[in-house]
């Protein structure tokens, strides 16, 4: 490998005058711009191949003010040594490239390889133009740096554990520095990415979704009017104002990264961002139906830890009947059964609820199915944390106030007793009532057929003797008048078990707590007798 002292010894002769023959050092420095064997991060190596990127990217920058790589060549005799320039050139860009994909650390190396290729980019804009006030752009160099991109094999280029995306201090340079920031550089980042997808040169694996993500995952779209972008090249072609047909290869895009390989946290970040960052930008966004249709299908026995999915989903498939008008086939059976006991666990579950009270709220849906929710959700309220309970008590409410034919529910006259009632009228009763037997099928998918008309929301009475205070409070208000209109469900969605800790312990009280304090003396006395009295009366200690 060439040391920094050669380096610099040969590109001073070459860059300092005007002999030609000195240009036969170029191929001895281009040559040596190759990976031997394993790349250590900080070593002599490492510092050679990046002092000689930066020379030879000053090399060819002077070529291109020299018009020596120009493909517009004047005098005929130069047209074979123009070519021969044009040679070396490639095989240096295609060494960047190698460097790109193939160096196994992350490392400066690869990251100044991509900023001298755009650099080259930004010169062939120029030069490579067929006339000097020509429009051009070189989406073919780009669609290379976007293959050696999404091909690299960094050892530690993982996804991140929680969203799925790329972790890889590459891509995210390109998407900071470049993707972001330029309307040209997204628009034929878009069409070159299409191009390498639909001819197969790029696989859609976890890690190539992860890396889409990565790049893709934010809001400053040349499509979106509150965003300014710059222009990457002086001279870019008008096509880059074809919002249409930046949007058309977006969603192309979109739809078959979808259809490859996900993980689990990668579907969960794409639905999401679904209904923000996806829809608004899609020309049909009823293309999305296919895959949110699966992915709320989705069951945790195709895939581990997939129960969250169809709850994410859900989002995405009101956007579309909302705006779209699509039509789900059996929705609310489906939407019946993604009331589960995880979903009060699920840090999700404030999202979930508010989808299902905009849905639940309709006049047109029936009592029976209202009511399965209301007894589905009572049942699961037993085992859930404090923080889902302050949710599905008001929640439950809510739907009684909405339809008070469930308020049979809480309120059945044929197990009401009455003052005027006879003797013979209450033992009546009081057989009735010990002969009830909870009808409910917790089991039956179809809300229409659980029986939960007839059931009584019993759990509601149990929940008056919570261990939390809050909880206990909150779900007496159903042993009242129903006299309150509604809660507003924000101000229960987010609670917690931490939140609700914090609000207790940091709550002031008006007025301070009466205790009694009385010294324990032991369960036995010093006569070795039981000593019950004290210990029954629970004094504290």
Not at 369 to 379: E, Q
Request: glycine fraction near 2%; charged fraction near 25%; charge should be negative.
């Amino acid at each position: 490998m060439l040391g920094i002292d050669e380096i610099k010894v040969l590109a001073k002769k070459i860059t300092s005058g005007d002999d030609r023959k000195e240009y036969n050092s170029i191929i001895k420095l281009v040559q040596g711009l190759k990976l031997n064997g394993t790349l250590d991060e900080d070593s002599t190596d490492e510092q050679n191949l990046r002092f000689l990127t930066v020379a030879l990217f000053q090399i060819f920058k002077k070529l291109f003010v020299k018009g020596e790589l120009s493909l517009r060549v004047k005098k005929p005799e130069l047209l074979d040594f123009n070519k021969w320039c044009r040679k070396l050139y490639d095989t240096f860009k295609a060494n960047l490239l190698k460097l790109i994909a193939q160096v196994d650390i992350e490392c400066s190396l690869t990251l100044d390889c991509m900023d001298i290729y755009m650099q080259l980019l930004e010169q062939e804009s120029t030069h490579f133009a067929s006339t000097d006030d020509a429009t051009y752009f070189p989406n073919k160099t780009l669609q290379k740096l976007i293959k050696a991109l999404f091909t690299s094999t960094v050892k530690d280029d993982e996804l991140d554990p929680k969203e799925g995306q790329s972790q890889s201090s590459l891509i995210s340079e390109f998407t900071e520095k470049y993707y972001k920031e330029y309307v040209d550089v997204q628009y034929y980042f878009q069409a070159e990415f299409l191009d390498l997808l639909e001819k197969k040169e790029l696989e859609v694996t976890p890690i190539v979704v992860g890396k889409w993500l990565t790049i893709v995952n934010h809001d400053k779209y040349l499509s979106n009017a509150e965003v300014e972008l710059e222009i990457f090249v002086s001279n870019p072609p008008q096509a880059i104002e074809n919002e249409s047909r930046f949007k058309s290869n977006l969603e192309k895009n979109w739809l078959l990264v979808l259809n490859g390989h996900l993980s689990i946290n990668q579907y969960k970040t794409v639905l999401l961002i679904l209904h923000r960052r996806i829809i608004p930008y899609f020309q049909t966004p009823t293309r999305l139906m296919d895959f949110l249709t699966d992915s709320y299908n989705l069951q945790s026995s195709r895939r581990i830890n997939a129960d969250v999915v169809p709850i994410l989903a859900l989002n995405g498939l009101f956007e579309l009947i909302k705006s779209s008008g699509l039509e789900y086939p059996n929705f609310y059976g489906k939407l019946y059964q993604l009331v589960t006991p995880d979903l009060m666990h699920v840090k999700y579950r404030s999202r979930f609820f508010r989808l299902m009270d905009i849905f639940l709220s309709s006049t047109h849906i029936s009592a029976h199915l209202v009511a399965s929710f209301i007894k589905k959700l009572a049942r699961y309220s037993l085992t859930a944390p404090p923080g889902a309970i302050v949710t599905i008590i008001p929640f439950i409410y809510n739907l009684l106030k909405k339809h008070p034919s469930c308020m049979i529910m809480i309120h059945d006259p044929y197990y009401m007793s009455d003052p005027f009632f006879t003797p013979e009228q209450r033992k009546e009763l009081s057989d009735r009532q010990r002969a009830y037997n909870d009808p409910f099928d917790i089991e039956s998918t179809s809300p229409e057929q659980t029986h939960a008309m007839e059931s009584s929301l019993w759990e509601l009475k149990t929940l008056m003797d919570h261990y939390h205070p809050n909880v206990a409070t909150l779900a007496k208000i159903f042993a009242q008048q129903f006299r309150k209109m509604h809660y507003n469900m924000e101000d229960f969605l987010d609670w917690s078990y931490d939140t609700l800790l914090e609000a207790e312990s940091t709550r002031k009280l008006k007025v301070l707590p009466t205790l009694e304090f009385e010294e324990f003396k032991g369960i036995f006395d010093k006569s070795g007798q039981d000593n019950n009295d004290y210990y029954m009366k629970g004094i504290a200690w």
